[in-house]
């Protein structure tokens, strides 16, 4: 079956704008993740989307937002763009939720500059 | 919360020697711990994952772990590195109440032929 896809794979964005990534998990996935990974801090949890409810959010900044459509497909969305989120952001499917086994996505490189 | 810290930002091995990944973990509770692989340009993939009974986890391309409660220990080994074992290693914790993941830093494996 399809792995996870993500949309688009790259993407430059100027300081101050806004970026909206979209993620589609594994059919019959009803659990979303979205990480952050930079090469200073590392993967980070940013929040998970079980049935369009968030379950759970990691420590960022309100500028960062989500929501979970009814067909599982998630997008993310970050406002007033700063440099030090150029980041790649991974999103993640899986049946249930992060602690069963996680299905990875390429990934989406935001470049802010 | 839980925490992982992976000994070695880098570790490098010769083609047919051992790889020994380490990965030390902090949990209030039993934890659920995971390695998952990174390669260039690409999401991570889990090799294996411990969640309860045997502490001895097989995983993929001939990797496994040890759970070993009383270190607060879940290293990664594999007998014999192969060429293609190169990338980068992630350790992850996360526990059953809390539904976040919690990734180590990572340890990039670099295999000499």
């Known amino acids: 079956k399809a792995g996870v896809t993500q949309t688009p794979r790259y993407l430059i964005k100027t300081r101050g704008q806004q970026v909206t990534l979209s993620c589609s998990p594994i059919?019959?996935?009803?659990?979303v993740s979205w990480y952050q990974q930079t090469p200073g801090q590392g993967l980070q949890f940013l929040f998970e989307?079980?049935?369009?409810?968030?379950?759970n959010k990691g420590n960022f900044p309100g500028r960062f937002s989500g929501r979970q459509f009814s067909n599982s497909r998630s997008e993310m969305n970050v406002s007033t763009l700063e440099l030090g989120d150029s980041a790649l952001y991974l999103c993640?499917?899986?049946?249930?939720?992060?602690?069963?086994?996680?299905?990875f996505g390429p990934g989406t490189r935001l470049t802010v500059t | 919360a839980q925490s992982v810290t992976q000994l070695g930002s880098h570790v490098s091995v010769s083609e047919g020697a051992l790889v020994l990944l380490r990965c030390n973990y902090s949990?209030?509770?039993?934890?659920?711990l995971f390695w998952y692989v990174q390669y260039p340009n690409q999401g991570l993939q889990l090799l294996l994952k411990?969640?309860?009974?045997?502490?001895l986890v097989k995983g993929i391309n001939g990797f496994e772990a040890e759970f070993k409660k009383s270190e607060t220990s879940f290293h990664l080994t594999k007998p014999s590195a192969h060429m293609s074992d190169a990338a980068e290693y992630f350790c992850?914790?996360?526990?059953?109440?809390?539904?976040?993941?919690?990734f180590g830093a990572g340890t990039r494996l670099t295999v000499k032929p």
């Open positions: 993640a499917s899986s049946l249930t939720g992060v602690i069963y086994e996680q299905y």
């Open positions: 949990s209030s509770v039993p934890p659920y």
């Open positions: 992850a914790v996360g526990t059953y109440n809390n539904n976040d993941m919690r």
């Open positions: 411990y969640t309860t009974g045997a502490t």
């Open positions: 989307y079980f049935s369009e409810t968030q379950r």
């Open positions: 059919s019959g996935h009803r659990s």
